[in-house]
Nanobody
Framework: QVQLVESGGGSVQAGGSLRLSCAAS????MGWFRQAPGKEREGVAI???????SYADSVKGRFTISQDSAKNTLYLQMNSLKPEDTAMYYC?????????????????WGQGTQVTVSS
C-alpha cells in the first residue's frame, strides 16, 4: 500500500528557506508538485530511485530534491524563497517514466503541506 505523508510547510519571508519532508513507501519515481490558488498543479522536482533528478525552470538553483532511502523519506530543500512559491506542496509517486510532465501519470499523492512566502 502506497502511503505519502508530507510535512515541513510553513510561513516564511522572501529569501528564507524551508525543508519539506515526505514519508514515503512508493514507486520508482517520486516528486514534488505544487498548486497555487486559482492555478493548475505543476511539477517542481522529480527524482528516481537511481538518483536522477529534474527540476522546473522556475526553481532551478534554489530547490534541491533528495531522498534518504534508509528512512524512506523524500525531501525538498527550498532556498531563496519568493512570494510566487506560495502554494500547497504535494509529494507524489508512481512507476516510470520519471518526468515532471504530464502530472496525470502520477496516481499516488499525499495530502499536501502549505508553504506561504511573504514579501
Amino acid at each position: 500500500q502506497v502511503q505519502l505523508v508530507e510535512s515541513g510547510g510553513g510561513s516564511v519571508q522572501a529569501g528564507g528557506s524551508l525543508r519539506l519532508s515526505c514519508a514515503a513507501s512508493g514507486y520508482y519515481c517520486m516528486g514534488w508538485f505544487r498548486q497555487a490558488p486559482g492555478k493548475e498543479r505543476e511539477g517542481v522536482a522529480i527524482m528516481d530511485l537511481g538518483g536522477s533528478t529534474s527540476y522546473a525552470d522556475s526553481v532551478k538553483g534554489r530547490f534541491t530534491i533528495s531522498q534518504d532511502s534508509a528512512k524512506n523519506t523524500l525531501y525538498l530543500q527550498m532556498n531563496s524563497l519568493k512570494p510566487e512559491d506560495t502554494a500547497m506542496y504535494y509529494c507524489a509517486t508512481d512507476r516510470p517514466p520519471c518526468t515532471i510532465v504530464p502530472i496525470l501519470q502520477y496516481n499516488y499523492w499525499g495530502q499536501g503541506t502549505q508553504v506561504t512566502v511573504s514579501s
